[in-house]
């Protein structure tokens, strides 16, 4: 894989459990937040995007929960499977601002 | 296939030797921007560019430029590349920069000897 994910904290879970991944933000005047999921040797693919004024929003199997108060962020796949060990990044957009500012990652491993 | 195509995928050259990562979008996106990532840091944002012949910079322009002469592409230059820009690199395209999430390349692994 990428040499991007050496530093990575790690969330292991069992197929077929649900995983959550959880992200700080760092600005409170971000209004669209966006989760990602990297495969090794490739680029970022778009999973789920949530705007601030939501506090919820579901996808098929993923769930993302955005806590305006705590600047929390959260991804949430159920029934976890061997195809989502990926990297997970999270990005926020500052409101006016024409750019995504992205988290550091969380690797998740899939263990049978 | 709706796609962002970046060339080449891998990439070893000598400091001072100048490059171009090119990078080609098919879906008429007006935004594009470069990003780069490195181990522990995550993305960040190189330059980007909102239309044709409009670019930017973003968190970490030092030592390189870009150019938007056609919306589909927008290359990314090092004109005297250094070992401190050994990454991976990711282009990303957007039909606004106000409008969901970009669609990224599959990246350009560059490492300067």
């Known amino acids: 894989g990428e040499s991007v994910g050496l530093h990575l904290p790690t969330l292991s879970v069992q197929e077929g459990d649900n995983s959550i991944i959880n992200c700080a933000y760092s600005n409170s005047a971000s209004d669209y937040f966006i989760w990602y999921k990297q495969e090794s040797g490739k680029g970022p693919q778009f999973i789920i995007d949530?705007?601030?004024?939501?506090d919820k929003r579901q996808g098929q199997r993923v769930t993302v929960l955005l806590n305006k108060t705590v600047k929390h962020l959260s991804l949430q796949i159920a029934a976890t499977q061997p195809g989502d060990s990926a990297v997970y990044f999270c990005a926020e957009r500052p409101g006016g601002y024409n750019k995504l500012i992205f988290g550091a990652g969380t690797r998740l491993a899939v263990h049978p | 296939e709706a796609q962002v195509t970046q060339n080449p995928r891998y990439l070893i050259t000598v400091t001072g030797k100048k490059l171009t990562v090119t990078c080609s979008q098919n879906m008429n996106h007006e935004y594009m921007s470069w990003y780069r990532q490195d181990p522990g840091l995550g993305l960040r944002q190189i330059y980007y560019?909102?239309?044709?012949?409009?670019?930017d910079k973003g968190d970490v322009p030092e030592g390189y430029k870009v150019s938007r002469k056609e919306k589909r592409n927008f290359p990314l230059i090092l004109e005297s590349p250094s070992p401190n820009q050994t990454s991976l690199y990711f282009c990303?395209?957007?039909?606004?920069?106000?409008?969901?999430?970009?669609?990224f390349g599959s990246g350009t692994r560059l490492t300067v000897v």
């Open positions: 560019s909102m239309n044709v012949e409009v670019t």
């Open positions: 949530i705007r601030s004024n939501m």
């Open positions: 990303a395209s957007s039909f606004s920069d106000r409008v969901a999430g970009y669609t």
